[in-house]
Nanobody, 122 residues
Framework: QVQLVESGGGLVQAGGSLKLSCAASGRTFSTYAMGWFRQAPGKEREFVAA????????RYIDSVKGRFTISRDNAKNTVYLQMNSLKPEDTAVYYC???????????????WGQGTQVTVSS
């Protein structure tokens, strides 16, 4: 069992930056691929970024490439999402997820956090 707690959301102006954190419980964190997803009002949840167990592989949706960076610190059981050049369309609740398989985490994840709100004003 993995429990995930996100933090770092907030209100920021367009062009600004935020760094989300996701703290995981359990001694097996380093064996899991981790992902970030988001859900905007009235829309389905979408995959944003993923990172494999050792940080050697990452994947992003096209709309955030070059602006967002996912990273992890296995010693701290934490995964991060650095978000730069934020746009109003990035406004959403952002969720952290964990799964054993990097290749499929974008479509199905085993464990989920409760989410953190990110609001980008124009």
């Amino acid at each position: 069992q993995v429990q995930l707690v996100e933090s770092g959301g907030g209100l920021v102006q367009a062009g600004g930056s935020l760094k989300l954190s996701c703290a995981a419980s359990g001694r097996t964190f380093s064996t899991y691929a981790m992902g970030w997803f988001r859900q905007a009002p009235g829309k389905e949840r979408e995959f944003v970024a993923a990172i494999n167990w050792d940080g050697g592989r990452t994947r992003y949706i096209d709309s955030v490439k070059g602006r967002f960076t996912i990273s992890r610190d296995n010693a701290k059981n934490t995964v991060y999402l650095q978000m730069n050049s934020l746009k109003p369309e990035d406004t959403a609740v952002y969720y952290c997820a964990a799964d054993q398989t990097f290749s499929t985490i974008s479509t199905m994840s085993q464990f989920w956090g409760q989410g953190t709100q990110v609001t980008v004003s124009s």
